[in-house]
């Protein structure tokens, strides 16, 4: 085989395995949202989408590891395998390719943090795993800068569409988190949603139907505690007689 | 070998329910979604699935240990 | 048995504002404390009052302090002091009753210098001791601060304080007297407590020192490992510390004197009397219940332990004791020594209510079983202290309250779950009435102090 055309291959093999790699790790962060937000996948049980996670995020690893192993071994462009993991340091185009060695260092972190996730401690874990939201975005702009694959046609449709899923799944994931209810009004929540046991409450604030008549606990007025107590005296009360007054629950 | 029991972090805890699902045998789920942990000893042939239930869960709050309990 | 009635209290704590009887109590054993004995020193205190003088009037100053008890004998290891508070058998009267010498080994043995906390943040609203004893006697409480951080070579010394200028004015004068004197070893930093319920929870206050929030952490590594700046600490109530600065200077034996010789010694109760008022008292563990209460037939029921406590009916309080050997069978607990008595004419399930409500608020809002299971049951609760509750509501209770108990980071569920089951035990009754349409009650004030329960995350930091 002349050395072209195993370039060629190579060459190709490196292409391919990038393009697959970026869709692989777009799966990877929507799934990971997912499963930060308690999303479901239809038909499937709560640990399918934790297990796809971990399990697509370990294909996205190896296809970035042929796609890079192909790359440096490709004769025709001068990638060392120190331009893998350290940015800027390539002969061939260094910006685009120092940006998929950010990435890869920020990979390499994610990995090794969550295969040992039960060892390192959770603080440590999750502190290093938001580096997810970093090493998206430079995965991305590395494969645009230095694949004109992606500029036209079809590949461009997909570069969009892997943009618009993260776009999607991190809006989902802010205002997920800004509509959680914060710690100190949690029992308040559940104070005011009485009755109604419904099933859980969780960050989200209580699901199921809202209660008939939630009059007397409402939110706004949780900090009264005088007029709770009136509310339980002189509103249901009349001389010793429990009658409630008319109006009340 | 001492014996080995489940125990959940309730702070870090958010009700996922991915471990009870993962290990039934030993943990479900009270009526809010949060885990019911049985705090019997775990049977040797349930530890490779206790392993995995802590391993997966996403809020890293299941624990295996091999202390008494306690809080 | 009698025990020495201290300075009137308004619950919150707020400054003493006048003097109690000044009789002199005793405790009926015939034993007396052997201090006169020893070289110079003033005599050992006789019988109770211990910690704070009787007749109690404003804190006097450094001077009475040490012209009353002698000067502050720092024991010449730590081995020493754990020895003695081993030998005394003093325990945490922080509520928890924790052996203090075991606390002080964990700490004192594992090898890096520790942090020391005083802990006097008194987030039970209905208890007022630890004020009291601060405002009335802080410089025992800063001698047993001294003892430990001096016994534990502790990296950093810190009284935990409710949020009030006028203590923590009174406070940084005591220690600036002591600094002037020369009696202290280890500086002493003063730390405002934000006024929640679970601040004084030992890894709440921890995580509010280390700049977080005060909310209670899961337990592993426990604070006594892993604490303040990532060091060992020692968490002590103010009450034991005073207690521990008696023993240095009296002696195990002298400790033992009061109390029993499972549960030695003597604790400070805060005491709600049916007729409105309270006052905080010093009582020998042990002592009958009967002899701290009035009882009688203008009281319906005993609240014994605080709001993590126990009620009692007055017949089965008038059988027991302060003491956990006494109260735990009972359901109860001896606990921050909180008692009242509930007024006949009241509303026990009203009352319960009201508290039950302001304990699901002041939950930390982290872990499910207890923000979900605390303001169900406290909903409930208020149905049930109104009319014709509907029939599901008491089997609700019950098996939130299963769901709720022992599945917090820390004990505020636990508690919870005693208190209220206690109350459907105790005001059984009143739940039968209450669900015909009636309800025994002819005085509907509130009577139990509730002070307004966290509104917002700022309430915690």
């Not at chain 1, 940006?99 to 996730?117: E, K, N, W």
């Not at chain 2, 045998?25 to 775990?42: Q, S």
């Not at chain 3, 005060?214 to 060091?231: D, I, N």
Request: charged fraction near 20%; hydrophobic fraction near 45%.
């Amino acid at each position: 085989m002349d050395g072209i055309t195993s370039s060629t291959a190579l060459w190709f093999a490196s292409r391919a395995t990038g393009i697959v790699a970026l869709v692989l790790l777009t799966v990877v962060l929507v799934l990971g949202i997912a499963v930060n937000r308690h999303g479901r996948l239809p038909g499937l049980p709560r640990f399918a989408v934790t297990s796809l996670h971990r399990a697509v995020s370990l294909l996205a690893v190896a296809f970035v590891a042929v796609h890079v192993i192909t790359a440096i071994a490709d004769p025709f462009v001068a990638i060392g395998i120190a331009a893998t993991v350290v940015p800027f340091v390539s002969h061939y185009q260094p910006f685009w390719l120092g940006l998929g060695a950010v990435s890869i260092d920020l990979m390499i972190a994610l990995t090794v943090t969550s295969l040992l996730r039960g060892r390192i401690g959770r603080r440590t874990w999750r502190a290093v795993h938001w580096l997810a939201y970093v090493s998206w975005p430079v995965a991305f702009a590395h494969s645009i800068g230095s694949g004109p694959d992606l500029w036209r046609g079809g590949l461009l449709d997909l570069a969009i569409a892997c943009a618009v899923a993260v776009a999607g799944a991190v809006i989902w994931r802010v205002v997920g988190t800004r509509r959680e209810t914060p710690l100190s009004q949690r029992a308040a929540r559940v104070l005011a949603g009485w009755p109604g046991s419904g099933p859980g409450h969780r960050r989200d604030g209580p699901p199921g139907p809202r209660p008939r008549d939630a009059g007397r606990l409402r939110a706004g007025r949780l900090h009264d505690d005088r007029l709770h107590d009136d509310q339980l005296r002189d509103d249901q009360f009349r001389d010793g007689d429990l009658r409630p007054k008319a109006g009340a629950r | 070998m001492p014996p080995t029991r489940v125990m959940v972090n309730p702070v870090a805890c958010s009700g996922h329910g991915v471990c009870a699902e993962l290990l039934p045998e030993l943990i479900t789920l009270d009526e809010w979604g949060y885990p019911l942990i049985d705090d019997a000893p775990v049977p040797p042939a349930l530890e490779g699935q206790a392993r995995r239930a802590v391993r997966d869960c996403p809020a890293l709050a299941l624990l295996l240990t091999s202390r008494d309990g306690g809080r | 048995m009698t025990a020495e009635h201290m300075t009137e209290q308004r619950p919150t704590g707020q400054r003493p504002t006048g003097q109690g009887p000044t009789g002199q109590g005793r405790t009926g054993r015939g034993r007396t404390g052997r201090g006169s004995a020893r070289q110079g020193r003033p005599p050992a205190p006789a019988g109770l009052p211990r910690l704070i003088p009787g007749g109690a009037g404003p804190d006097a100053g450094l001077g009475a302090h040490l012209a009353r008890l002698g000067p502050l004998p720092y024991p010449p290891s730590a081995d020493a002091l754990i020895g003695v508070a081993e030998a005394a058998g003093l325990t945490g009267r922080g509520g928890a009753a924790f052996p203090v010498h075991r606390k002080l080994s964990a700490v004192i043995g594992s090898g890096r210098r520790p942090v020391v906390v005083g802990n006097g943040a008194e987030g039970e609203p209905a208890s007022s001791k630890d004020g009291s004893l601060l405002w009335l006697a802080p410089h025992l409480v800063l001698d047993g601060l001294q003892l430990v951080a001096s016994a534990a070579g502790a990296s950093r010394t810190l009284l935990l304080v409710h949020r009030d200028a006028a203590l923590i004015a009174h406070l940084s004068r005591a220690l600036e007297h002591r600094f002037a004197a020369g009696t202290d070893r280890a500086l002493v930093e003063l730390v405002e407590a934000p006024p929640r319920f679970l601040a004084g929870e030992e890894s709440a206050l921890v995580n509010f020192i280390n700049g977080e929030t005060a909310r209670p952490q899961f337990k592993r590594p426990p604070v006594y490992e892993r604490g303040v700046g990532g060091r060992p600490t020692l968490v002590q109530n103010v009450e034991t510390l005073a207690h521990l600065a008696l023993i240095a200077r009296f002696g195990a034996g002298w400790f033992r004197a009061v109390g029993s010789p499972a549960e030695p010694g003597s604790m400070l109760c805060t005491v709600h009397r049916a007729d409105g008022g309270s006052h905080v008292v010093e009582a020998e563990l042990g002592a009958p219940i009967r002899s701290l209460l009035r009882l009688g037939p203008g009281v319906q029921a005993v609240l014994c332990g605080g709001y993590h406590g126990a009620w009692l009916d007055p017949e089965q309080a008038a059988r027991l004791s302060l003491a956990n050997a006494s109260l735990l069978p009972a359901g109860s607990f001896a606990g921050a020594g909180v008692l009242a008595e509930l007024p006949a004419g009241r509303c026990g399930l009203a009352e319960t209510a009201r508290v039950a409500r302001y304990l699901a608020l002041e939950s930390a809002g982290q872990c499910g079983p207890c923000f979900n299971g605390l303001p169900r049951i406290a909903g409930a609760l208020a149905d049930l202290a109104g009319p014709r509750p509907g029939g599901q509501v008491l089997s609700d209770v019950r098996r939130w309250a299963g769901l709720a108990e022992g599945r917090g980071a820390c004990h505020h569920p636990d508690g919870f779950v005693r208190f209220v089951r206690s109350a459907l035990a105790v005001f059984g009754p009143e739940i039968g009435r209450h669900a015909q349409g009636q309800c025994s009650a002819t005085d509907r004030r509130p009577f139990l102090p509730v002070p307004a329960a966290a509104a917002g995350e700022a309430d915690w930091s």
